[in-house]
């Protein structure tokens, strides 16, 4: 089955020191990636997308994503948190074809304290 | 990024009647739209997906007469959630992509549905 693991349901980080949100997956051929963050009672927005080429992908908001092929994972980093950085942190795989499906990990809640 | 509207942000019901939610597609035409439902502190349940045109697919254990679904044109989709019970409050997200250029999904910005 196509999945979408995150095994942190929260992250706490200090302001200013490097952040990882982690996400492993499970599907079928290649994978498209992405992450995607949500403030409260707001819809997600997308930060950054793997599809194919450099394992390292760059987005918005300074933060980046490694694609491991062997480690199947794909996480989230920032060399340097801000507090407003905080929110709910969606790593989501996308699946199938003709409508193609995104299949959303669980969340991961990242605190970043002053 | 692409822009996608969704209204209303909020709304408050009675038991037993029926509410619409619209998902807009504002600057491009989106050939597939998603809705999905979100309960508190959980990640989203894709409810359904939807093409311009043609009928709505469901997940499995979505009742598709509970949530009708109507994808009208490349710009907008509708969830009507019809004779609202309690148990159907919850935060409901929509999203567009296009096939022709591929791209990622893009969110409106939720309703949040409270039936009393």
């Known amino acids: 089955a196509q999945s979408v693991a995150q095994p942190e349901d929260q992250v706490n980080v200090a302001e200013g020191n490097p952040l990882t949100v982690k996400c492993t997956y499970s599907v079928s051929g290649n994978p498209y990636l992405f992450w995607y963050v949500q403030y409260p009672n707001r819809g997600l927005q997308f930060l950054l997308k793997y599809i194919t080429g450099d394992n390292l992908v760059k987005g918005s908001y300074g933060f980046e994503a490694e694609f491991n092929k062997s480690q199947t994972s794909f996480h989230l980093k920032k060399p340097s948190a801000l507090v407003s950085d905080s929110a709910l942190y969606f790593c989501a795989v996308r699946v199938g074809t003709g409508g193609f499906k995104t299949i959303f990990g669980a969340g991961t809640r990242l605190f970043v304290k002053a | 990024g692409a822009v996608v509207s969704q209204h209303p942000s909020r709304v408050i019901c009675k038991s037993g009647t029926s509410v619409k939610i619209e998902c807009r597609s504002l600057d491009f035409q989106a050939t597939t739209m998603f809705w999905y439902r979100q309960f508190p502190k959980q990640s989203l349940m894709l409810m359904a997906t939807s093409n311009e045109g043609s009928k709505a697919t469901y997940e499995q254990g979505v009742e598709k007469d509970k949530f009708l679904i109507n994808h009208a044109s490349l710009t907008l989709s509708t969830l009507t959630v019809a004779s609202a019970h309690p148990e159907d409050s919850s935060f409901y997200i929509c999203?567009?992509?296009?096939?022709?250029?591929?791209?990622?999904?893009?969110f409106g910005q939720g309703t949040r549905l409270t039936v009393v």
């Open positions: 999203s567009a992509r296009t096939d022709y250029p591929d791209t990622e999904a893009f």
